[in-house]
Structure formats: structure tokens, C-alpha cells
């Protein structure tokens, strides 16, 4: 079991409240269902009597959904959110010997998927008001080696892309996004993962567009890179027989897609639900001394997470779990501190906006179909922290 599992099986199940009130779980992929319960298992039965599980018809007719979606010319279905990531930058024929560069902050995935190709990964400190890779930081981490910039757009929120397109385009570096937390974050007139030259998508179930397994995607408006990802997700098949490079098994299996095409439609309206939880929270949280999510000019952030932010980080989230409120934390290290780094031999002090953020930051409960009864629940919790002089 992954680090990331486990913590996210702790975190849905928060222990019971003291006062007996049944616990508010930090994520609830179960309600979801309970929603769209009827059409989810009509769409699996079918996939069920069709006899075709792998890249079938649903696959197809998901990937063609996402691109009138997304308005991208390219969408191809794969296993999860860290092969869309490996596979967009074998995309970009990216490996041993190239740089990368990705936030400091962000989940080891992205640093996983740089390592996985054989290519090092290279950290940019973050923006502290957005959680979001800092551009000024990029533009001096640019070397020769540089092959890719990685953007995540933090939380659900895109990160500054017009900065970092005039970096990509002054040094002819391809952006990679990913877009992992972000599914229907909008940037401008755009898409988050239209606005680069290639995006990823995870669909894990807890995401704001969740599969019941594993599931993810790979965008772009490029034939090239569309053509070798492609290849690479399917053993380099050109054609039955025919083996264009040694590929990989980065497929997407029939009753994923059958899911996913049902919650694509409702992505926007499960957005919209989160961000009316979201400034339900700013108003019920705005007067108390916690740094609560900015939203940054012509952003439309989804709230994949509520991130709020406090220097007594640790007692309030003591405080909360014992009060049945499940919470988490998304990161607690920063990736460069993680042990599997250590060859690279980082050191505290290397990335202090990042550092100083996971020793702060903490996740609220967010999932469309919390109520407000809840988050006042929570806010009166919060209060009552606050209050007791522990903040
Ligand atoms: C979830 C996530 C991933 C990885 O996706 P998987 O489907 O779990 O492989 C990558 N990057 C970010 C930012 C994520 O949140």
C-alpha cells in the first residue's frame, strides 16, 4: 500500500466525535455514487455483457467526450495520473540525461513520473499565496539539460501559465501540466491541461473527476506527441503485428471509461457545488487567524482541496480528528525532503516557501455533497480552537 492509500483510507474514515455526532470524512467518494447510483451500475452491466474490457468503445467514446469537452485535439486514455505523466513526457522523447523541471510542493507523482523516464527531476520553489510552481524560480533553474517545465495546478487552481508560457517560449521548453487536481479549472479562456503543450489527468476516485479504479489521460493538441503516447500506453502496438518502439502497459480498461463518461456530465455542476462550499468556509472562516485559499485573477479554482493555513497547524489538527472531523494534509514534506531524494542530497533551507507551507497548511473536508451544516460544525471547531488561545 502506497503512502498516499493509506493516508487517504486514515483520512475518509475520521474516528467518531466525542459528543456522538456521526464524523465528517475529510473526502466522501461514496456519496457520489449513492447519486448517480443508478445510471453507474446500468453503464459497468453493460460493459459486463459486452465481452470487451480493455480499450474498447467506452474508451473511444471517452476520449471524444473529453476532447469536445476540453476543446483539445487529442485526448488518449490511460492507466492512472502518474502514466499520463510518464507517457506525455516519453511524448516529448524526454529521458536519461534531461532535466525537468516541477514544484517543490506538489504529490511525489510528478517527481516519480520525472525519475521513471530516467530524466532528473530539477525543484522550483512555490508562490506562497497560490501553493503554485513560483515562475521567477523556474526561469532560474533553466540549464542547458532543461527539457520540460511541469506545472501542477495546486489544490484546483492553475498556476501562473502566462508566466510561464513566456519562459516556455524564450527558452523553447515544452510545458507538461499537470492537471491532476484540476479537472474543469479554468485559466483565462482556457482549460486547465489545454494550456500547455500536453496535459495530465489522474482519475483516482477521490479526484474532482474519480474512476472507481485506476484511470488518467493524457491531452494535446500535438499529432506527434499524441502519436507516442499513443504507442508507448499499448506496447508500441502500430498495428496487430507490427511493434513501432518497446512500449509499456499504460491502457485504460472499458468499465472505467463507462464511469467516467457518466461524471463528466456533471463535472461542472460538482465543481460549481465545491465552490459554493468554498466560500461557504470564507465566510463562516474570515474571521479567524487562519490564511484561508486565495483566488488568483482570472482563475476559476474547482477546490479539489480547501487548504487553510495556520501556525499551529498540528494542535488544530489534533483537535479537529478528535472532534470526528476528518482532515488531512497534502503535503507534510516537501518531495525534496523525502527520503527517496536523499541521493540528490537536498537540505532543509532549499526551498523555504514550500518548506514553511507544509509545516502549516492543513485540508478541510471538500466534496460537493457536504452539507453546511457540517462546515458550520466544523467552523464552530475551529473557533473553539482558536478561542482557547491555542492559535
Ligand atoms: C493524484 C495525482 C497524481 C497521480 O495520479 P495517480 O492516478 O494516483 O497516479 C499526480 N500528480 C498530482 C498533482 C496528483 O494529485
Do not use: W
Amino acid at each position: 500500500m502506497t503512502e498516499r492509500n493509506s493516508l487517504a483510507a486514515m483520512e475518509a474514515r475520521a474516528p467518531a466525535s466525542a459528543n456522538g455526532d456521526a464524523p465528517i470524512p475529510f473526502a466522501n467518494p461514496f456519496a457520489q455514487y449513492e447519486t448517480y447510483r443508478t445510471e453507474i451500475n446500468a453503464a459497468i452491466q453493460s460493459v459486463l455483457e459486452k465481452g470487451h474490457y480493455i480499450l474498447g468503445e467506452n474508451v473511444a467514446a471517452f476520449e471524444h467526450e473529453l476532447s469536445a469537452y476540453l476543446g483539445v485535439e487529442n485526448t488518449i486514455g490511460v492507466a492512472n495520473g502518474t502514466d499520463a505523466l510518464v507517457l506525455a513526457l516519453k511524448g516529448l522523447q524526454i529521458g536519461a540525461g534531461d532535466e525537468v523541471i516541477i514544484p517543490s510542493m506538489t504529490a511525489v507523482a510528478t517527481a516519480a513520473a520525472v525519475t521513471l523516464t530516467g530524466a532528473t527531476p530539477v525543484f522550483a520553489d512555490i508562490d506562497p499565496a497560490t501553493y503554485n510552481i513560483d515562475p521567477e524560480q523556474v526561469e532560474k533553474r533553466i540549464t542547458r539539460k532543461t527539457r520540460a517545465l511541469i506545472p501542477v495546478h495546486m489544490y484546483g487552481q492553475t498556476a501562473d501559465m502566462a508566466s510561464l508560457k513566456a519562459i516556455s517560449n524564450k527558452h523553447g521548453i515544452p510545458i507538461i501540466e499537470d492537471a491532476c487536481q484540476a479537472h474543469g479549472a479554468r485559466y483565462k479562456d482556457g482549460t486547465a491541461g489545454t494550456l500547455g503543450d500536453a496535459g495530465c489527468f489522474s482519475f483516482y476516485f477521490t479526484k474532482n473527476l474519480g474512476a472507481y479504479g485506476e484511470a488518467g489521460m493524457v491531452i494535446t493538441d500535438d499529432e506527434k506527441i499524441a502519436d507516442r503516447v499513443q504507442l508507448y500506453r499499448n506496447h508500441g502496438h502500430r498495428s496487430k503485428f507490427e511493434h513501432a518502439v518497446m512500449g509499456y502497459n499504460g491502457r485504460l480498461d472499458e468499465i472505467q471509461a463507462a464511469i467516467l463518461r457518466i461524471k463528466l456530465k456533471y463535472l461542472d455542476e460538482n465543481n460549481q457545488k465545491r465552490r459554493v462550499r468554498a466560500a461557504v468556509y470564507h465566510s463562516l472562516l474570515n474571521d479567524t487567524p487562519l490564511s484561508l485559499p486565495a483566488e488568483a485573477e482570472e482563475r476559476t479554482h474547482v477546490y479539489h482541496l480547501y487548504v487553510v493555513r495556520s501556525d499551529r497547524r498540528d494542535g488544530l489538527l489534533e483537535y479537529l480528528s478528535g472532534n470526528g472531523i476528518g482532515v488531512g494534509i497534502h503535503y507534510r514534506t516537501p518531495i525534496h525532503l523525502q527520503e527517496a531524494l536523499a541521493p540528490f542530497g537536498f537540505k532543509e533551507g532549499n526551498f523555504p516557501k514550500a518548506e514553511a507551507a507544509c509545516r502549516e497548511i492543513l485540508s478541510l473536508p471538500m466534496y460537493p455533497e457536504l452539507s453546511e451544516e457540517d462546515q458550520i460544525y466544523i467552523a464552530e471547531r475551529i473557533k473553539e480552537f482558536c478561542s482557547k488561545g491555542k492559535i
